[in-house]
């Protein structure tokens, strides 16, 4: 069984265009993130969830917006893309705060 | 300044011999975690090792242990009996402050190093 699982796995889209990645735990885990890994591979955190209470925004545009509907789902939802939000987006999740963090599979965004 | 740096952008090694992959950190809080991830061509990150701030040993996990020099503030990544299969990304990682810091459990990264085996 997937602990972590992120859809879709490739996204590709036009500048200007809304889109959406879903990410999954069944780890149990009360802790989620987003972390953004751009082309020179550098891993940076955008975003935290605790219980589905946001406690981390890494100074991301507005255009990122992330939505815990509960503890096991973290979607994140941009809207306006743009040519500099290629990347690859992890979803990760952790048992509380002072634990290591499971990573999902990635999600290769390719904005065009 | 750099919370995690990684000096090595890549390194190789021959097959069945052992490497070092090198990682210093700053931070002041004296309670952290080290971590280091492997990250194959694949693209997945996969969790290697877990060393603490106030554990006495030095971690190991099979073929990976964790050089742990608090003083220098250093988390080298040994692998030993190299394979090809260890071919990879690698990331060192640190998550400042335990439950309750103001760290809320984020881990920062490294820039990672490359690590080629050779036959």
């Known amino acids: 069984d997937t602990a972590v699982s992120q859809t879709p796995k490739y996204l590709v889209t036009q500048m200007g265009n809304d889109k959406s990645i879903k990410c999954e735990q069944n780890?149990?885990?009360?802790?989620m993130y987003w972390y953004k890994q751009d082309s020179k591979k550098f891993l940076k955190i955008m975003f935290s969830y605790n219980n589905k209470e946001l406690i981390i925004n890494e100074t991301v545009p507005n255009r990122f917006s992330p939505k815990s509907p509960d503890k096991a789902h973290l979607n994140l939802h941009i809207n306006s893309l743009e040519l500099g939000d290629s990347a690859v987006y992890f979803c990760?999740?952790?048992?509380?705060?002072?634990?290591?963090?499971?990573f999902g599979p990635g999600t290769r965004l390719t904005v065009l | 300044a750099q919370k995690i740096t990684q000096t090595q952008p890549g390194m190789f090694v021959q097959e069945k011999e052992a490497v070092t992959l090198d990682c210093t950190y700053d931070t002041s809080d004296p309670s952290y975690g080290l971590f280091w991830y492997k990250q194959p061509s694949s693209g997945e990150m996969i969790f290697l090792i877990y060393?603490?701030?106030?554990?006495?040993q030095n971690a190991t996990e099979g073929r990976y242990s964790l050089n742990f020099q608090k003083a220098r503030k250093s988390a080298n990544l040994v692998i030993s009996a190299s394979q090809l299969g260890d071919s990879a990304m690698y990331f060192c990682?640190?998550?400042?402050?335990?439950?309750?810091?103001?760290?809320?459990?984020?881990?920062?990264f490294g820039q990672g190093t490359i690590l080629t085996v050779h036959p």
């Open positions: 990760a999740s952790s048992q509380g705060l002072a634990s290591g963090l499971f």
């Open positions: 780890l149990g885990h009360d802790t």
């Open positions: 060393q603490g701030s106030y554990d006495q």
């Open positions: 990682a640190m998550r400042e402050g335990g439950a309750g810091g103001t760290s809320y459990g984020k881990l920062t």
